[in-house]
């Protein structure tokens, strides 16, 4: 069943086309890998599906609904969710905090609502739960009282990874997760990751660079150049396509 279906979606910069008529169809519960060399327009299309950037042209459509021209809170509000490629957590904050406060599900957050703590008591309890259940998934739980900006690169990677989750998240785009991360720690990222695609059934598109690493953990690779798309598969099929051959190495 198809989760995310993107249809001749074009953006150009001034007389610069960076998107050519992207044709892509996201299936859930699928760990999904978005290649190519700098400036081929993946960071692009992760603007534009996630709503940071408006399309020229063409649809997307998120389970079930029209989100071309929806912002990034309104797409957030649908279940698609974005991690960004230089963590931004609460850096005040505890890694338990920055969990608690990135759900959505706590009507005490209400105006009205705030001072009748008995209509959201659960909702905190729950929310409670969910975070200690989230932060074990992604081995973050010795670090629930950690302020988030003592965490390492890598475990401020995870902690990305776990507010996306709290969120509520269908699909999580992810630009970079492993960037400046040591090979160990990236594995386990990626292990994570996997893991949450397998048992929870939320979609993962990610760009990533590091190819060696990442396309061990794909069940899909879309490959990209100049704005389009040049081949599509599983990992080792685009690896071996000419014309990604041609992108990265050149004539």
């Not at 001749?8 to 044709?23: A, E, S, Y």
């Not at 060399?37 to 063409?58: A, M, Q, R």
């Not at 060696?212 to 389009?228: E, N, P, T």
């Amino acid at each position: 069943m198809s989760i995310l279906t993107i249809k001749g979606i074009r953006k150009h910069f001034g007389g610069l086309t960076v998107l050519d008529g992207i044709d892509m169809d996201l299936e859930t519960g699928k760990l999904y890998q978005l290649i190519g060399p700098n400036g081929s327009g993946k960071t692009t299309l992760i603007n534009v599906v996630s709503g940071l950037l408006k399309p020229d042209d063409g649809k997307i459509t998120f389970d079930g609904v029209d989100i071309t021209n929806k912002n990034l809170y309104h797409t957030y509000k649908t279940g698609l969710v974005r991690t960004w490629q230089i963590p931004q957590p609460f850096v005040n904050l505890t890694t338990l905090e920055n969990f608690l406060i990135s759900s959505s599900a706590n009507m005490g957050e209400s105006f009205l609502l705030a001072p009748l703590k008995s209509k959201w008591k659960s909702d905190e309890e729950k929310i409670s739960k969910e975070a200690f259940e989230i932060m074990e998934m992604v081995n973050l739980t010795e670090q629930k009282g950690t302020a988030s900006k003592n965490l390492s690169g890598g475990q401020q990677k995870l902690l990305e990874l776990g507010r996306a989750m709290m969120s509520g998240a269908k699909m999580i785009l992810m630009d970079e997760p492993i960037a400046g991360v040591n090979p160990t720690l990236a594995h386990e990222i990626f292990k994570k990751i996997s893991k949450i695609c397998d048992e929870q059934k939320i979609t993962f598109l990610i760009v990533e660079h590091r190819l060696d690493i990442a396309l061990q953990y794909s069940d899909y690779v879309f490959a990209m150049d100049r704005g389009k798309i040049i081949a599509k598969g599983g990992s080792e099929e685009v690896l071996k396509n000419p014309k990604v051959i041609e992108s990265y190495l050149g004539e």
